[in-house]
C-alpha cells in the first residue's frame, strides 16, 4: 500500500503504526518513513496518546487493520482525513471517509482488498497480483553476520523449512517435513530449521532425529532471520509471516495451503517473482471444527521436490 502511494505521490511521508515485533520487517521497505510503535502508546494515558499520535501532524489515517481503540484514538487526535471500511460500525462514528469493503466473499487476494481501502485517493488501485512484487521496496536488507552466514554452504541450495505456525495457519505436520527431508539429497541440499525457541521445544524429537538437518530454533533475532532467508535459496512453510518474507525477498517461496475458505490460498497465497503455493482441490469444509486439517496434509512432498528442482 505504501509502495502504490509514493508511486502517485512520491512527495508523501507514510508511517507505519505497528505492534513492536512488526519493526523489523516495516524497516525494509523504502516506502515507509517513520514506524510508529503501537505497544508504546497503549501504555499511555488516554491524554497522552492523543498528544503522542498528535505530534505527528498527520493528515490521513487509514484503517488497514480495524481496530475499536486506534480508531478512537485517531478520531480525538482530530486526523482531518480518517479511512476505514463502511462494515465495521464503530467506524462509522470514528470515521469520515467510508471505503465499501466486503472481505468474507471476495475472490480478492488480501493484498488487492487492503489496495481498496485507497480508492479515496483517486488512483488505480485494481493491481494484479502478478505486479503487487513491484511495491514491496523491500531495499532495506539488514547483513547477515559472519557467525550465521558460515552456516550456509554455497555448493547446495540452502532451504529453510518453518513447519510451524503459532496457531496463525493449518499445519502441514511433522510427518510430512520428515518425508520431504527424505527427499531431498544430502549432495545437493542444505536444509535448516527455523521457528521460535518453544517451536524448538515441540519439535525436540523431531529435531533430534534429524542428523543432516541444522535446528536453527530459537537462535535468530527477527533482523537476523529476515539476513538468513536473504542469503538462503527458499524457504517452505504454511501461510505464515516468513513464507511471506521470503516472497517478498524474491526467493523461492513455496506455501502449503488447507483449500478452506477464508484461509486459502486464492486470500493468502505468498506474493513474489519465485513464490509458490500448493493445496488440493477439495472442499475442506469438514475441518471447520478443528485446528487440524487433513487436507493440508493431503500434499505430497515429491510436489515440493519438483518445485525446488525446476528453481
Same mark, same amino acid.
Given at each position: 500500500?505504501?509502495?502504490? =502511494? !509514493?508511486?502517485?505521490?512520491?512527495? +508523501?511521508?507514510?508511517? *507505519? ?5 512488526? %519493526? $523489523? @520487517?516495516?524497516? &525494509? ?20 496518546? =492523543? !498528544?503522542?499520535?498528535?505530534?505527528? +501532524?498527520?493528515?490521513? *489515517? ?5 481496530? %475499536? $481503540? @486506534?480508531?478512537? &484514538? ?27 469493503? +466486503? ?14 481501502? &485507497? ?193
Amino acid at each position: 500500500m505504501a509502495g502504490l =502511494i !509514493k508511486k502517485h505521490y512520491p512527495e +508523501s511521508k507514510i508511517y *507505519f503504526l505497528g505492534r513492536a515485533y512488526t %519493526k $523489523e @520487517i516495516v524497516a &525494509l521497505s523504502k516506502f515507509i518513513d517513520g514506524f510508529i510503535n503501537y505497544d508504546e502508546i497503549e501504555k499511555l494515558a488516554e491524554e497522552e496518546q =492523543i !498528544k503522542y499520535l498528535k505530534k505527528y +501532524s498527520a493528515d490521513i *489515517f487509514v484503517h488497514v487493520f480495524p481496530k %475499536k $481503540e @486506534i480508531a478512537y &484514538l485517531a478520531k480525538k487526535a482530530e486526523i482531518p482525513l480518517r479511512i476505514g471500511t463502511g462494515n465495521r460500525l464503530y467506524h462509522w462514528f470514528t470515521c469520515n471517509k467510508l471505503i465499501k469493503l +466486503s472481505r468474507k466473499n471476495s475472490d480478492l487476494h488480501e493484498a488487492q482488498l487492503n489496495f481498496k481501502l &485507497l480508492n479515496f485517493l483517486g488512483i488505480k488501485t485494481d493491481v494484479p497480483l502478478k505486479e503487487i512484487q513491484n511495491y514491496y521496496g523491500f531495499s532495506n536488507i539488514p547483513v547477515l553476520e559472519e557467525e550465521y552466514a558460515k552456516l550456509l554452504d554455497r555448493s547446495k541450495k540452502n532451504i529453510i523449512l518453518h513447519p510451524k505456525s503459532k496457531g496463525s495457519a493449518r499445519e502441514w505436520g511433522i510427518d510430512n517435513f520428515e518425508k520431504l527431508i527424505s527427499l531431498l539429497p544430502v549432495e545437493k541440499y542444505k536444509i535448516f530449521i527455523s521457528g521460535t525457541e518453544e517451536d524448538g521445544r515441540q519439535m525436540h524429537g523431531f529435531l533430534s532425529n534429524q542428523k543432516d538437518v541444522y535446528d536453527l530454533t530459537g537462535k535468530l533475532s527477527l533482523k537476523q532471520f529476515i539476513a538468513f532467508i536473504n542469503s538462503s535459496d527458499a524457504l517452505i512453510a504454511a501461510s505464515t509471516g516468513p513464507l511471506h518474507i521470503a516472497a517478498a525477498l524474491g526467493k523461492t517461496a513455496v506455501g502449503l495451503y488447507s483449500p478452506m475458505r477464508p484461509i486459502h490460498p486464492g486470500r493468502w497465497m505468498p506474493l513474489g517473482k519465485k513464490a509458490h503455493y500448493l493445496a488440493i482441490s477439495k472442499n475442506c469444509g469438514d475441518c471447520r471444527k478443528n485446528n487440524q486439517c487433513h487436507c493440508i496434509k493431503e500434499i505430497n512432498a515429491k510436489q515440493i521436490v519438483d518445485l525446488l528442482e525446476h528453481e
